[in-house]
């Protein structure tokens, strides 16, 4: 059975890699790479997978994932600009695909136990882009 839980925030960012030019970012990522930034109100759908207890009739307990979610996603990136104040963005560059296999990173090892397993990551950076990312295969 698949449990999928949404969450919010909003966060600004640079498509921008620190080891190139101004003028070589601007030619990989546009206007995406103003010095300046941008910002969107990015929503997040995370999927569970396992068989229901047969006590709680649960696959993962939905305040659990509720709060793991906060605790992983929301609180240290809501309202941050994620190239200055979100590790591993001062490093790599904060693509929506980037951000779906960090937010991948750190949900994994706090969802993965027993019969259950973090299934995907939806990430949408806009209603009309979103990325998929279901863990290093």
């Known amino acids: 059975m698949l449990l999928t839980r949404k969450a919010e925030f909003s966060a600004s960012h640079v498509c921008a890699d620190p080891r190139l030019s ?13 010095p300046n930034g941008h910002g969107h109100n990015y929503v997040l759908e995370v999927t569970v997978e396992g068989e229901p207890d047969p006590v709680t009739g649960m696959v993962f307990d939905l305040r659990e994932l509720k709060q793991i979610l906060n605790e992983e996603v929301v609180e240290p990136m809501d309202h941050r600009f994620l190239n200055r104040e979100v590790p591993p963005f001062d490093r790599i560059v904060p ?38 990312y279901g863990g290093e295969r």
């Open 22 to 34: 101004a003028a070589e970012n601007r030619a990989i990522y546009g206007a995406n790479a103003n």
């Open 95 to 132: 693509t929506t695909e980037n951000l779906a296999a960090e937010v991948w990173k750190r949900l994994d090892p706090r969802i993965g136990r027993g019969n259950v397993r973090l299934r995907n990551v939806r990430l949408y950076e806009t209603s009309a882009l979103s990325v998929d």
